[in-house]
């Protein structure tokens, strides 16, 4: 997936090889150098520096805590490097008419708005379903609390209890 977006930008790129005169370049061993390929297939998921600190540290809960806080700031970051590229793509949608800052703000609160208009329609959506599911159940067992349990096991006293364990003891007898 990865190859296939580093593919993808080294083709939009203007400066890239597989640009000739313009025209994208269908084969797309053109457009991935040995360098980016060789990046990211050796790139690891820890540095080793961390694995050095993890080796040297006891045996505990830190290294899990580590890594899952390395990873939901790893993707906090790669959330803004989506948003800063689209941004930048969104810019240069803008015609050049209209200034950069100016362009870059307005895509910018774009995004942001249809973000939260996405979320504001997937919280309304999940709180409907929960308040659905809600009502449905609170109903059910509005109809159905006359109805005691079914079987052997509907007496509520303690005494009627004691009184049916000793006849099944004695019936074992």
Known sequence: MAS?????????????????NGAFSPDP?????????????NQNLCSPLQIK?????????????FAAQSNFLRAIQTVLKVGKD?????????????????????V???AVMASLFLLKSFLSTAFFALAVMGLSYFTF????????PKGGGGSTSVEDSLEEARRIMEKYK
């Open 53 to 65: 600190r993890f080796k040297n540290r006891n045996v505990g809960a830190s290294p899990v805590v």
């Open 4 to 20: 296939t977006c580093i593919m993808f930008l080294n083709a939009l790129s203007p400066s890239s090889r597989c640009c000739r």
């Open 29 to 41: 061993s053109q457009c991935l150098s040995s360098m980016s390929l060789s990046k990211f297939k």
């Open 108 to 110: 910018t609160i774009a």
């Open 86 to 106: 689209g941004i930048e793509a969104g810019t240069n949608l803008v015609p050049d008419a209209i200034p950069r800052p100016i362009a870059r703000i307005s």
């Open 141 to 148: 067992i509005a109809l159905n609390k006359d109805e005691g």
